[in-house]
């Protein structure tokens, strides 16, 4: 939930207080080039947060629906600038949903807890070694890249994490297939990647496990599980067809 306030974006305060303390301090750190950053503004008064709510920059332009190759594109010159932005301490003590589901895609010990979870036996099963260097990504950009015909794309809700750039690239792809009724061409934003099935299956499972620990006591599938098992399926024939290759990660 957000509203708009003339050049501000007012939200409920979806990160804790250090989080949004340390992206004021990093985001004017990311060189704009081929893209604008949505920051946080303080109040009159000098603070981040006013009776739970957040204000930030409110950037011009739109989401604009199939721009997939677009979206990954904005994504990646995002990520070349934002690539020496070492992670914070705060980052690392996360235990909300959203950061446990991104372990669960790097990580075997977090992921087994998850392992009673269809497909993820089978997406498990697919995983190999990647290549690829930590930084700061942006880890959902789907619906959070606005275009203006004069200006450079907008990125906005910056959801921080520490993993190879394809990763961020990879869930775009994912959330196309599974959600915005992609069909398979959507995967060429990745082919320029030798690890791409690896970074595609650990993006199905990111999106897999965190539905889950936000929404544990849904009562029913949701409508669009059978799309998300079908992509899950399709994914782990990529896989085993050009099994990734490189040193282990956790």
Known sequence: MAWSAGRLVLKPLDMSLDALEWQE????????????????????????VVAGWSAWQRLAGQHVPRRWADIAAAGERFHRASAH?????WHHQRTDPFAT?????????????????PPIDQL???LRPVEGRDQLIHGDLSGNVLFHPQLAAGIIDLSPYWRPAPFATAVLAVDALVWEGADDSVLGILRSHSDASQYLIRAVIFRVVMDHLCNPQRPELPPWWPSLLR????????????????????
């Open 231 to 250: 992509v899950a399926d399709q994914l782990c024939q990529l896989a085993a067809s050009a099994p990734g290759t490189g040193p282990a990660r956790g």
């Open 124 to 126: 498990a099963a697919s």
């Open 101 to 117: 589901a991104e372990r669960a895609a790097w990580d075997a010990e977090v992921l087994e807890r998850f392992a009673s979870l």
């Open 25 to 48: 301090a990093v985001l004017p750190e990311i060189a704009e080039d081929g893209f604008r950053l949505a920051r946080p503004v303080r109040s009159r008064s000098g603070e981040l």
């Open 85 to 89: 932005i070492p992670p914070p301490s």
